[in-house]
């Protein structure tokens, strides 16, 4: 059956009084084996079995059927939709290596396989390199990214290989060597008003639902206090443990987060603001010589600065025949 939906104000929906112009999207509605299932026909990238394909979740839709009245609820039991990363630092010696195998499963694995498809990959493959020269500027590929696509159960799996050659920075006001890690998926995971003063009820990223891994081997005995961190409030969950194997010099990482309500209630932005100060998602290291113990020294070196590279294109089409030509220096 056909369901009347908003892209836009689906989840407050229920609050406005009946009237047709509240409607700008239509999705279908299947009854199978008595339980509910929506697919939104205009959705690109999907796979899956019934049980993995990603559902269609607009909040609220108004089921076009005889007999029928009212909204329906389209909040889904359970959301399998999620991102698991691991991360693997290998930073013994100046070769560091760093390896990420990020594994998206149902709707997740869908938005992902739009971006993977095709020469796709390789633009994204570039994007991840502009952003990790930001933090580790001698940063190089070791192998291009590869692709591992289960589409009967929807799992999809990106893997990054780098060498990041010396992951240390010299940090002159602290006069010693930093190595940041970040939890990228996180970070996007979740975020923040810009004024935390607000009369309208505020959009959260939902679902989402996110775990990273990290593994740091160190060159020298890694013996600093490990710490947990736990914030389980209305409008999200956070969790952040540590644990370290001495024996491999290894500090174990894992994070863990998920919001609960796709939507805010404008006087509770205050309070959601205050909360989100609980969540980390980067991790610094501090340390004279990080190479000393094994006959290396780290490079003093200044913040790396990037120079500024101009590039000129010239484009010559010929469209005096049928297959047009484009030559491009």
Known sequence: ????VSTQDGETLPEHGPNISAFNHMIIQVIHDQKKNWFDATFTGQSGHIEHVSQADYGYGLVIKEGEEGLQSMKPLE????????????LQDENATLEITTTYTDFQAD????????????????????????????????KPHQVEDDKQRNILSVKEHYM???AWEYDKDENEFVCVFECDELRYAY?????NKRTAPFAMIYPSHVTEEREIIFPYSYDEEVTTKKEDNDFFYYEKDEKIDKE????IQKYSFYTKNPIIDAKDVPLYIEKTNN??????????????????????????EKQTVYTHAKQFYDLKEKEAKLTVE
Not at 248 to 251: D, P, Q, V
Not at 283 to 301: C, F, I, M, T
Request: cysteine-free.
């Open 1 to 4: 059956d056909p369901a009347l």
């Open 79 to 90: 959301q399998k939709g999620a991102i698991h990363t691991q991360q693997h630092y290998d």
């Open 111 to 142: 938005r992902m396989r739009k971006q993977v498809k095709g020469r796709k990959i390789f633009e994204l493959q570039e994007n991840h390199m502009r952003y990790y020269e930001k933090r580790y500027p001698d940063i190089a590929l070791q």
């Open 164 to 166: 990041l050659g010396n």
């Open 191 to 195: 975020k923040i008003p810009e004024k």
């Open 248 to 251: 491999k010099n290894t500090l």
């Open 279 to 304: 969540i980390f998602t980067n991790y610094r290291v501090w340390h004279s010589d990080p190479y000393d113990k094994s006959g290396l020294k780290a490079k003093q070196k200044l913040p790396h």
